[in-house]
């Protein structure tokens, strides 16, 4: 485990950021300033209630950065997992936990200036072009996330203020010297044991299961086999882009372009070049470097002389001398003074006389000369119009945007219009699960609009949604299959082989028992693989199950065999030997205690929470939330 840490340092500190900071961080602070008594409240903290819109929209939030993190795992999301009674309560306690800290950070004065939250908001990387804050991207992300700047800006205030408040709780904790040094002994101790597994799938044949037991898990347990709701859509896409496409340039603008930017389509004299380098170091005696080098130039320039094959012996620029000395193409500017005036003074085939720079004494050969041109208007007008294009494109996007969005609103019953209008191609989706979406309808604001009763219901156009700077989306349902009892003759053959192999498994493990019993008698080595050595940071390719079982089995009587249920069916280990093992190394104790130190501050810090959340006198009305689950 600490082999792992030690190796995602990066990804351990995310981690345990999570588990150490509570969730309030993930979640708005909408309701804060309502005082007003609400009879739907699902919670009161200090005083102040937690509202059911506040908790809406916690869980949407939620929903969307899982969804996010499925995504970028590339593994599904499953929609469901989130509405629980677990789960719900979970966000509820999220938000009451904020709620409660918010309260504590204002009644202590904990205050974050408006020069500092202006620094803060211009220094994330997501808002800034070019090194520098930009106030499009600004408006785009609020745009995104349908907030106002003072909302936004309320929101991060209060989480910097509640991060500054607990920073000093979550940097206190420490595990002491003893503790830190019992666990790296116990992550250092190996093992020497035996391996026998009993493969479930040995026993598969064996079993037999009863007429009616594929039928009566299925009735059993009807939620597993519940087929999502499926929706096929039809969507449009307006986009900087897709403006560009349908735009044709004047000529007589591409050729004004052509002329303002001459120089863009210059290409100045390039020279073609081979060396070698005998090196010099600068303010050193040269004399023996240079001698070097006027005995090589002899052997250049001597008839017959094959200038690449000297350089790749001789030349101690190990880069070009693997290239027979080979500079390749390149222009003024590109190398030293003194090397470039030699270059540029020669004849193509020339070997030039010593020329001397900061890096020792060159012999120089001109291979090719490319002189300056000029790229003709016809070589260039398709960049030109696509250039031309994209920044009208632009010019024209804000207008069009406005446009779509009120057209695919007030004629909500279709997306021809827009299209039409725009000159955009409708595509189409699905059918699919709103927790199984196709990429090109991924964006969560984009779903949880169409999967909403008015889409559903009415199939009327989703709103235009922003899904990436300079691109709209509006999609509208044309198909939808409610979610729906799967059949039992389609998933009769899936419980059929689920029952089998837990069947297979309760056999191997019954087997195992048996055959466990017997060699805690004898201590009979007979069946079992060869010896290797395990310890908890080098499993040997044991289970997870067998290494815990391995490492936490008494070691007072050796040898031992122990038993443990695994994935493939059940284990047998003969435990032959134990041992200390290395020392722990520096950075491996760096971990241990590193990783010891923030469990150490996650219990401070829940012990802390729990106390702030005392003096705010929290209530939670659990019969509201569960009237909201219904």
Do not use: C
């Amino acid at each position: 485990m600490f082999e792992f840490i030690r190796t995602h340092q990066r990804l351990m500190q995310f981690l345990l950021l999570v588990l150490i900071v509570p969730p309030f961080a993930f979640f708005g602070i909408d309701g804060y300033k309502q005082f007003t008594e609400d009879t739907g409240a699902l919670a009161k903290v200090a005083g102040h209630t937690i509202t059911q819109q506040e908790y809406a929209q916690a869980q949407r939030d939620q929903m969307e950065r899982q969804r996010d993190v499925a995504r970028s795992l590339n593994v599904p999301f499953d929609a469901a997992s989130l509405d629980t009674p677990a789960a719900r309560a979970a966000v509820l306690d999220s938000l009451v936990n904020q709620r409660a800290l918010t309260t504590y950070a204002v009644r202590r004065g904990v205050v974050i200036t408006d020069d500092y939250l202006r620094e803060f908001i211009a220094a994330i990387p997501a808002l800034q072009e070019g090194g520098q804050f930009s106030k499009e991207r600004y408006a785009r992300l609020l745009a995104a996330q349908g907030l106002t700047a003072e909302s936004f800006e309320m929101r991060l205030r209060q989480d910097l203020s509640l991060q500054a408040l607990n920073k000093g709780v979550a940097e206190t904790g420490f595990a002491p010297r003893a503790v830190q040094e019992a666990v790296a002994r116990a992550q250092s101790e190996e093992r020497e044991i035996q391996e026998l597994v009993i493969r479930s799938d040995a026993f598969a044949g064996g079993v037999k299961l009863a007429p009616e037991a594929a039928r009566a898990y299925y009735d059993a347990n009807q939620a597993a086999f519940m087929q999502p709701a499926q929706a096929r859509v039809e969507y449009v896409v307006l986009s900087v882009d897709a403006i560009a496409a349908g735009l044709t340039p004047p000529p007589e603008e591409v050729k004004a372009y052509y002329d303002q930017n001459a120089a863009k389509y210059r290409q100045e004299e390039q020279r073609q070049a081979s060396h070698i380098l005998v090196k010099a170091e600068p303010g050193a005696d040269r004399s023996a470097a240079r001698a070097r080098a006027e005995e090589l130039l002899k052997q250049a320039r001597a008839p017959g002389a094959d200038f690449a094959a000297l350089a790749k012996k001789h030349s101690q620029d190990p880069i070009s001398a693997a290239q027979g000395g080979s500079l390749g193409s390149f222009g003024r500017g590109a190398m030293v003074k003194a090397f470039e005036d030699a270059v540029f003074a020669m004849k193509p085939g020339a070997i030039s006389d010593l020329v001397e720079s900061e890096f020792g004494f060159h012999i120089i050969r001109l291979a090719a000369v490319t002189p300056a041109q000029v790229r003709s208007l016809d070589e260039v007008r398709g960049e030109i119009e696509k250039e031309w294009s994209r920044r009208e494109a632009q010019k024209r996007f804000t207008e069009a945007a406005e446009g779509f969005t009120n057209i695919v609103y007030e004629q909500a019953d279709s997306l021809k219009p827009a299209a039409d209008k725009y000159k955009l191609k409708i595509a189409t989706a699905g059918p699919f699960a709103r927790t199984a979406p196709p990429k090109e309808v991924s964006h969560p604001r984009v779903l949880e609009r169409l999967f909403a009763d008015d889409a559903v219901k009415a199939r009327r156009n989703t709103e235009a949604v922003e899904v990436a700077p300079g691109t709209l989306m509006s999609a509208r349902v044309v198909d939808y299959a409610p979610q729906a009892l799967r059949p039992f003759e389609a998933v009769s053959a899936a419980i059929v082989e689920q029952l089998t192999r837990k069947e297979a498994a309760a056999l191997a493990r019954k087997e195992g028992e048996a055959r466990l019993a017997k060699l805690r008698e004898t201590a009979d080595a007979a069946g079992f693989g060869a010896a290797k050595t395990v310890s908890r940071s080098k499993p040997e390719g044991l289970s997870g199950e067998a290494l815990r079982a391995v490492m936490a089995a008494p070691a007072t009587k050796l040898p031992t065999v122990i038993g443990v249920p695994i994935g493939a069916g059940y284990a047998l280990l003969r435990i032959n030997k134990v041992s200390a093992g290395a020392a722990a190394e520096p950075a491996r104790l760096s971990a241990i205690r590193l990783a010891l130190d923030r469990a150490q501050a996650e219990g401070d810090f829940s012990a802390y929470l729990e106390s702030v959340k005392a003096g705010a006198k929290v209530v939670v009305f659990k019969e509201n939330l569960e009237k909201k689950s219904n």
